[in-house]
């Protein structure tokens, strides 16, 4: 990812964010875990998608979309 890093406290942001809370041992299992799937969908970037329509659309106005029940 041009050499962006993720670090455990980003993870702990993102986990918080997404609802979750984990604690250090889970930050330091999954580390390395994001870590490799962050760099492997690095080659995305050096694609060429001109022109190239996205496969999945997403809509807000969805049912159940942004609705936190």
Same mark, same amino acid.
């Given at each position: 990812m041009s050499g962006s890093r993720?670090?455990?406290e980003?993870? &702990? &942001?993102? &986990?918080a964010a997404a609802?979750? %809370?984990?604690?250090?041992?889970k930050l330091e299992e999954?580390?390395? !875990?994001?870590? !490799? &799937?962050?760099?492997s969908l690095g080659g995305v970037e050096s694609l060429d998608? %001109?022109?190239v329509e996205p496969a999945v659309g997403f809509r807000v106005d969805a049912p159940g979309v942004g609705k936190h029940e």
């Amino acid at each position: 990812m041009s050499g962006s890093r993720i670090t455990k406290e980003t993870l &702990a &942001a993102m &986990a918080a964010a997404a609802g979750l %809370e984990l604690g250090d041992d889970k930050l330091e299992e999954l580390l390395p !875990q994001v870590t !490799q &799937a962050m760099e492997s969908l690095g080659g995305v970037e050096s694609l060429d998608l %001109e022109g190239v329509e996205p496969a999945v659309g997403f809509r807000v106005d969805a049912p159940g979309v942004g609705k936190h029940e």
